[in-house]
């Protein structure tokens, strides 16, 4: 079985070499349909798209650097109530995969009939600095191909992405290997599970062995560099946010208008429970809470919000930042959270996305376990 | 208007354990001091963090959970998945930098009225001498 396959490039163009790798998944009925992110008609953004005609891969653009939606949430939407009945492949970055594992073990999606494509990614723009850079260059992702390969780091990716522990995919049936090569000369196709390699087997690939070592030896250079700066970074952080008059300064500029929760992919509660009922407050009630404190800003409950967000979810925080990008008043959601969530990660020794077969920590326990939380 | 600070501790018990040994010290005539609201739940795993933390951001100086011994549970589990929680609670309190030691659990069993009694005198005298919440004063809440 073929373990991996390099895809040969030609005038530099790193997308058409992909394109073509993806319509031959296609064309030789290894799926019958893709996820793929696309550049949308105008050029201003890369969303995904699905496609179902090998025709239609003309605007693929899969390591583009920019990501409007985490996937996790469109694959739930799509497999939640029932799984493809077309066999599918989806190409996600690692961030992407690891919150759509979660999503699968909280059974919010499916990946039956499915093919995960991870891509190493180096990192992703805002998207209007993503338009910015469209609009002034010929290729967007060329440049920013040219630039991560250069290895000196770009300020204008997003800060999340700067510090992502996890920038290769942990559990894809194959992967787009970018990291320590040139992707202009080649690029490298692992197949990580049999699914993976019956795919390559099926397109008649090969090749790739000394690539692969080379992309090994980055990777370990790279996660060491990013753990250092994630490190760094969070401890930074936790200087600037932690304490109450930091965090209500922070959130003072909250409308709890819930984006961030929306563009979650964990968060997937068909209704909040801010959403519910409880929050249907009589006008006296709200007249109570002010008694308390002689006046409250309205809208109130805002860092309840935030806080039980944080109880509900932080354990699955894959650091993606799509909170952060969803926020109309730019709070540093994204940092906070990556945080909390480092450290309840940290609590119970789990990586969110790293498996399917880790447990979720809130759906279960040890009989034996934080004797410190519990005096008995 | 020097009002001498008394806390407000809201306690929440389950039915089976903590709450039958919170009457038990009624009955018993056990003196212990009044500041404690006492919320009876089914179970300590029915306590969804939220429900602490409305009582915290609200100003409540001090929280207490009381469930069954582990392994005790009316329920067979529900007050390991409660330790999991209220774990995870303490460390995005902690995190953010706010006071985690407000919130207070401890395993009570049905026949330790004296324990429970205990428990609500130690951790008032605690409370009272850490003073009021400050989230009490704040308005952008």
């Keep these: 079985m073929a373990k991996r396959a390099i ?69 739930s939407a799509m497999t939640k109530k029932s799984p493809p009945s077309r066999k599918m492949a989806i190409v996600l970055r690692p961030c992407e995969l690891r919150a ?27 998207m209007n600095k993503y338009a910015e850079k469209a609009a002034s260059s010929s290729s967007a992702t060329q440049e920013f191909l040219n630039k991560a390969s250069e290895g000196n780091g770009d300020a204008d990716l997003r800060m ?21 090569l040139d992707a202009n000369k080649g690029i490298l196709v692992e197949a990580n599970t049999p699914a993976g390699e019956e795919a390559l087997e099926k397109l008649g690939l090969g090749g790739g062995d000394e690539l692969a070592q080379k992309r090994e030896a980055a990777v370990s250079r790279l996660l060491a560099d990013r753990r250092k700066k994630a490190e760094e970074f969070l401890e930074q952080t936790r200087k600037e946010v932690s304490g109450l008059d930091k965090l209500v300064s922070i959130f003072s500029t909250c409308i709890t208008c819930h984006n961030c929760r929306t563009a979650c992919p964990i968060c997937y509660c068909k209704e909040c429970f801010f959403d519910s009922p409880t929050f249907e407050m009589e006008a006296d009630k709200y007249l109570r809470q002010a008694d ?3 006046a409250i800003k309205m809208p109130t409950d805002t860092l309840l919000f ?68 519990v005096e008995d | 208007m020097a009002e001498e600070y008394e806390p407000k501790i809201v306690g929440f018990m389950c039915q089976w354990c903590t709450g039958t040994a919170a009457d038990m010290a009624g009955t018993a005539r056990m003196q212990y001091p009044p500041n404690i609201r006492p919320i009876r739940v089914m179970c300590s795993g029915t306590v969804d963090p939220v429900y602490v933390l409305r009582a915290y951001l609200d100003g409540a100086d001090g929280i207490l959970i009381g469930g069954c011994h582990p392994g005790d549970c009316h329920y067979v589990s529900g007050n390991y998945k409660a330790r999991r929680k209220i774990a995870i609670l303490k460390s995005v309190l902690n995190t953010l930098g706010l006071e985690d030691d407000r919130v207070m659990a401890r395993w009570i069993s049905a026949g330790e009225g004296k324990k429970y009694a205990d428990t609500v005198t130690e951790f008032t005298k605690e409370i009272k001498e850490k003073g009021p919440n400050p989230i009490g004063e704040v308005r952008s809440i």
Aim: aromatic share 4%.
């Design chain 1, 7 to 75: 895809l040969e490039v030609s005038e530099g163009q790193a997308e058409v070499a992909l394109r073509a790798f993806l319509k031959q998944l296609l064309d030789n009925n290894v799926v019958e349909a893709l996820l793929v992110p696309q550049v949308v008609e105008g050029g201003k953004n890369v969303a995904q798209g699905l496609v179902t005609a090998g025709d239609s891969l003309d605007r693929a653009d899969p390591l583009a650097p920019v990501m409007p939606v985490n996937s996790a949430r469109i694959v």
């Design chain 1, 100 to 126: 759509l594992v979660e999503l699968v073990k909280l059974k919010q999606a499916s990946l039956e009939n499915i093919v995960t494509i991870g891509v190493d990614c180096f990192g992703t723009y805002s």
């Design chain 1, 160 to 180: 999340v992405c700067q510090i992502c522990e996890y920038p290769v995919p942990l559990t894809s049936d194959l992967t787009i290997g970018l990291v320590g």
């Design chain 1, 292 to 294: 308390k404190r002689g």
């Design chain 1, 306 to 373: 935030h806080i039980t967000r944080m109880n509900h979810m932080g354990v699955s925080c894959v650091g993606c930042g799509s909170c952060e990008e969803a926020c109309p008043n730019d709070i540093p959601v994204a940092k906070l959270f990556r945080l909390v969530g480092a450290d309840l990660q940290k609590l119970f020794e789990y990586v969110p996305g790293r498996s399917l077969d880790d447990e979720l920590p809130l759906t279960t326990f040890r009989e034996e376990e934080l004797t410190q939380v």
